[in-house]
Nanobody, 122 residues
Framework: QVQIVESGGGSVRPGGSLRLSCSASGSSMSFYSMGWYRQVPGKQREYVALIFSDCTTNYADSVKGRFTISTISRDNAKIMVKLQMNSRQSDDTAVYYC?????????????WGQGTQVTVSG
């Protein structure tokens, strides 16, 4: 079983910066990808950014050049990543969910954090 713990979030003015962190821990971690999705009320959850086990990254077009995902630490039992969000815009307001994917042999298993509110206003 994998445990996901999120931190960060809160309120920021337009143009400001904020950082989210997330850790995934469990026995014999086989990390494939990790990152964030976000969701606003009445809309589907949308992809934001991912980092993969080979350290490559991928971003939604709406956040490219403004958000950066990176690994804080990584070992066989735990991985921690962060999402640095700069030049925040009002449409970045959403609940952000940390996401972790591993594989059990060839079967993917996805885990989600509890979500953290990020609000851009002022």
């Amino acid at each position: 079983q994998v445990q996901i713990v999120e931190s960060g979030g809160g309120s920021v003015r337009p143009g400001g910066s904020l950082r989210l962190s997330c850790s995934a821990s469990g026995s014999s971690m086989s990390f494939y990808s990790m990152g964030w999705y976000r969701q606003v009320p009445g809309k589907q959850r949308e992809y934001v950014a991912l980092i993969f086990s080979d350290c490559t990254t991928n971003y939604a077009d709406s956040v490219k050049g403004r958000f950066t995902i990176s690994t804080i630490s990584r070992d066989n039992a735990k991985i921690m990543v962060k999402l640095q969000m700069n030049s925040r815009q009002s449409d970045d307001t959403a609940v952000y969910y940390c996401y972790y994917r591993t594989y059990i042999t060839t079967t993917p298993r996805d885990y989600w954090g509890q979500g953290t509110q990020v609000t851009v206003s002022g």
